[in-house]
């Protein structure tokens, strides 16, 4: 029995295409041809092409086909890490689809704050994009929690505050947000000093971290966040010292 190149293709679940590239990279041997010039594929093409396609379904590289089959062992092991990484990306993007239908999250939250989508204003998203490219999976998880913690009348107010706010709402709303920082700075201390957490220099955190602020914010609400957390600074140096002088007595 002999077939042609269509022919070989239909049996063996392929394509003329792939048949004419595995004779091309040199891993399937080129049959004889008719007096009328149309290869004439025999058994041995057909079990050659059918156990080159088997490793290719599992994976193996076309270059790592050699003529007798055989396969490193290694090499098999590689590729099951692979796949494995890949399947569980794939559970994670999975998860993370389920969470973004079940709440209605816009598609491009970013991933674990898809629950707090409704309570983060447009700037505040963008923020937190520029975060996962700043810090570690252990400082987001911290900065979720911060994220999901109650919104306060000053967190609206925040929101609201226009650009030409004057001075007096300035150092109100930032006097109403600075205990608040406070809280986070207690509770998570590397907010003082993030060098453990960060995935670039200490540099280029901060200034990514201020372009992005700059760029999210209006000039008001730029303002009120440095002044809230000077105060907030100044705040928690207070209750150090308080603590301090209380274990001294």
């Known amino acids: 029995m002999a077939w042609s190149t269509h022919q070989l293709a239909e049996l063996a679940g392929a394509t003329v295409n792939t048949i004419r590239h595995y004779h091309r990279v040199g891993i399937l041997e080129e049959p ?3 007096h009328n010039g149309y290869k004439q594929y025999e058994i041995r093409h057909l079990i050659r092409l059918l156990r080159i396609r088997r490793l290719v379904e599992l994976g193996v590289p076309l270059n790592q086909i050699g003529s007798d089959g055989d396969i490193d062992p290694e090499l098999l092991r590689r590729i099951d890490a692979d796949l494995a990484a890949e399947a569980e990306r794939l559970a994670r993007t999975r998860s993370d689809l389920a969470v973004i239908l079940r709440d209605g999250a816009p598609a491009d939250m970013p991933a674990g704050f898809e629950s707090l989508a409704r309570r983060l204003s447009a700037s505040d998203t963008s923020l937190i994009h520029v975060y996962t490219r700043l810090y570690d999976d252990g400082a987001m998880n911290d900065l979720r929690e911060m994220a999901g913690s109650d ?3 000053a967190d609206e107010d925040f929101d609201a505050l226009p650009p030409d706010a004057d001075d007096e709402t300035r150092q109100g709303l ?5 205990p608040s920082i406070v809280r986070h700075l207690i509770a998570y201390p590397w907010l003082s000093d993030p060098a453990d957490h960060v995935s670039n220099s200490a540099q280029v955190t901060q200034r990514t971290f201020v372009d992005a602020v700059v760029a999210l914010y209006n000039p008001a609400q730029v303002d009120v966040l440095g002044r809230a957390s000077v105060l907030a600074q100044q705040q928690l140096r207070e209750a150090r010292e308080r603590d301090e002088n ?3 007595v």
């Open 32 to 34: 004889e041809r008719r």
């Open 151 to 153: 919104i306060s009348a």
């Open 174 to 178: 930032a006097e109403k947000l600075a």
């Open 246 to 248: 209380q274990d001294s």
